[in-house]
């Protein structure tokens, strides 16, 4: 390291930030009594190369503690060590033995080395402690790369894990790319290929691999220590700054293919656990501000996101935090969106009280910079708020959590489903009750990580984690899902083809109704694993992507395929007002059948019903039916006029070619009825008659 010269400094910006041949350091700490800057050669020292102590009258502004150090640049590994009070019960737990992340720290290094029992331990162990980069975010070239902007009417969501879609040997990555930035971007053609217009990626800022139980893996990445950092795990490039440009090349290469980036981003909790956890950042920096703690006992942490703490989001400090993390991603990193991981905890006070106006969920809502991007809610939290339809804003979307439940009873045969099942169909208006409300801001979906995947759902009743090594107590008791009639994998062919015949209603379900879809990486092949409904720390084969599955599964990769492409080809589809208001209201969008025309059946025994699309300044004429009762029903279809026929395009009770046609090529009906077979769905598309003169879509 060149010779460094020690100037005062500024309070603002924030972390660490390049200029003028040196780099100014600003960290917010209230009630510390001294703070020093370490400057490390490598990521792995033990011992800094530099101790900056900082003077409180010449380096401390307020609660902001800064110095500018001449001399260093982009690359420069740091930390910090903060003396105060350590008395847990006032709600302090300084400690100068523990390095400490900076809040602000773009990149964070030493992951290698990083032992978590380092910062659970008393006293220091630098060398196996995380550590922070200085980066200078200019000069990367983007090469004109500017946010897409896609509205939700013409988005498919694609909830994919970096690590767990190209790590399997079968990904055809190269071994160093395997599980990487750089490896998900060989497989964009496959993502264009389905029809994927959003990636919803699992939580790539900076997390605790370790926060796991003994001998496994923090796989999903729900336990962050850096909100500003990529995660270096899942970058190829070992290099100090490389994780941060092999970020950029990816969204940059998304975005050539059209494909939207939206962060699974956690700003609920960290991974400093509850009182019995390590020491690493925010606790040794100003505990009391950072975290809710239990006003009766403030040496103890209020657990409102299940993982031991809960960030104290309205707190103004932790709001500009918030904040500044989502500006960065959007404008240094291009970012598209985001969904915020127990969004609802964000709606409580530093008591755990619910707020009428959260002030960071409106600052989010309403920041300028944020403007153009998507923002989703999972609208509840671990503790039992539940928001699904009275999220707070105007732009807010919504995980529809209601949608997965009532679509999962329906198919499985449950009785009283019937009007829950209709409302999901037409974007939930029971829910999203505001007038002028989008009905494409509710985000629809039948899986996602945390549950069953889509094939278990059909082959499993009951959980099966025993590999979490927590004897089968984790993870959620009802998950409405079937077997369909053996638990588990079977050779026997009928259980096997209504498994298929079940996977096909779902994704039928799912993409023609109103509002967002959103599908789990690796449904579209069949990805099992093995009846485990919360494998958070399975980072194996359990949860990888096997690409061979493909070929196996290439009649429901090609339905997959087909079927998006139909519904983001159809304007009916992608209309951005409700078709109606409630199930039964016939509008010029949509009419309500049974197995007689525009006579559903509503009553709590009913496991069938049918919908009619229409919107013919497009030319669009659609008829989707439903029958999960286990017998087949005689469905009397709509009338049309002579120079039109229905043509089927889906059933589901067929086998693979004919369960999806190309429209073309697509049969026509010439009954007046559809016989469907049970537990199986129907869409039907009305298409002219040869010779006649009606456009053909």
């Known amino acids: 390291m060149s010779e460094i010269k020690i100037h005062r400094g500024q309070s603002y910006p924030l972390g660490a930030t390049i200029h003028d041949g040196g780099v100014n350091f600003s960290l917010f700490s209230m009630n510390s009594t001294a703070v020093d800057l370490l400057l490390f050669e490598n990521p792995e020292d033990s011992e800094p190369s530099h101790v900056i102590h900082l003077d409180p009258q010449e380096h401390r502004t307020f609660a902001y503690w800064h110095v500018y150090v001449h001399g260093i640049g982009s690359g420069q590994i740091y930390a910090y060590r903060v003396f105060g009070p350590h008395d847990p019960e006032r709600g302090h737990r300084f400690d100068p033995s523990k390095l400490l992340l900076d809040p602000y720290a773009r990149v964070i290094v030493n992951t290698e080395n990083y032992r978590r029992e380092a910062a659970l331990q008393p006293g220091g162990d630098w060398g196996h402690m995380l550590k922070c980069a200085v980066m200078d975010p200019r000069g990367y070239n983007w090469e004109g790369d500017q946010h897409l902007r896609l509205p939700y009417a013409q988005t498919v969501i694609y909830e994919l894990h970096i690590g767990g879609f190209t790590r399997h040997p079968s990904s055809g990555v190269t071994e160093e790319k395997r599980g990487t930035y750089a490896g998900l971007i060989e497989k964009i053609p496959y993502l264009k290929s389905l029809g994927i217009t959003a990636v919803e990626l699992m939580p790539v800022q900076q997390f605790d691999e370790q926060d796991a139980p003994p001998g496994l893996t923090n796989y999903w ?287 039928v379900a799912l993409l023609i109704a109103q509002g967002t879809p959103m599908l789990l990486m690796g449904d579209e092949v069949r990805r099992s694993q093995r009846g485990n409904n919360n494998a958070y720390c399975q980072d194996n084969e359990m949860s990888w992507l096997d690409w061979r599955l493909l070929e196996r599964e290439r009649g429901l990769w090609r339905f997959v395929q087909m079927l998006v492409a139909f519904t983001q080809s159809y304007h009916v589809f992608r209309e951005e007002s409700f078709w109606a208001r409630k199930p039964g209201d016939n509008t010029p969008r949509i009419a309500w059948h049974g197995v007689k025309c525009h006579q559903p059946d509503w009553r709590d025994i009913s496991h069938s019903l049918a919908l009619e699309l229409c919107l013919p300044e497009a030319g669009e004429h659609v008829y989707v039916a439903f029958n999960a009762y286990w017998d087949a029903l005689n469905f009397e279809l709509p009338w049309l006029p002579s120079d039109q026929r229905w043509h089927r395009f889906v059933d589901t009770s067929l086998a693979c070619p004919e369960d999806i046609c190309e429209l073309q090529q697509s049969p026509p009906i010439v009954s007046p009825t559809y016989t469907l077979e049970g537990r199986s769905s129907l869409i039907l598309v009305a298409l002219p008659v040869q010779g006649s003169r009606h456009r053909l879509h």
């Open 221 to 507: 990445g729900y336990s962050p220590v850096a909100f500003f950092a990529p995660h270096r795990g899942y970058s190829s490039r070992k290099d100090v700054l490389g994780p941060v440009d092999e970020f950029r090349d990816m969204v940059k290469a998304l975005h050539r293919a059209g494909i939207e980036v939206i962060l699974d981003v956690v700003f609920n909790h960290t991974a400093e656990g509850d009182h019995r956890g390590p020491v690493f950042g925010l606790k040794g920096l100003e505990n009391s501000i950072y975290y809710m703690l239990d006003p009766h006992d403030p040496s103890r942490y209020l657990n409102f996101s299940g993982c031991g703490n809960t960030l104290n989001t309205n707190n103004s400090i932790v709001r500009r935090l918030i904040l500044d993390a989502l500006r960065y991603w959007v404008q240094v990193m291009h970012v598209d969106g985001f969904r915020f991981d127990l969004a609802s905890v964000m709606a409580r006070d530093e008591d755990g009280q619910l707020l009428k106006n959260p002030p960071i969920l409106w600052e989010i809502e309403t920041d300028p910079v944020l403007a153009g991007t998507k923002i989703i809610a999972e609208a509840w939290d671990a503790a039992g708020l539940y928001q699904v339809g009275t999220f707070i804003g105007h732009r807010w979307a919504e995980w529809n959590g209601r949608f997965r439940d009532d679509v999962r009873r329906f198919m499985r045969g449950d009785e009283r489903t019937i009007w829950d099942f209709a409302n999901r169909l037409i974007g939930s208006p029971d829910l999203f009750r505001q007038p002028d409300r989008e009905p494409n801001r509710s985000i629809n979906f039948v899986t996602c990580h945390d549950g069953f995947t889509l094939n278990d759902l059909v082959s499993y009743n009951h959980k099966h984690n025993e590999a979490n090594l927590e004897d089968n107590r984790d993870g959620i008791e009802e998950n409405f899902s079937w077997n369909c009639g053996v638990e588990g994998p079977t050779d026997d062919p009928q259980v096997e083809r209504l498994r298929q015949r079940q996977i096909r209603n779902f994704l």
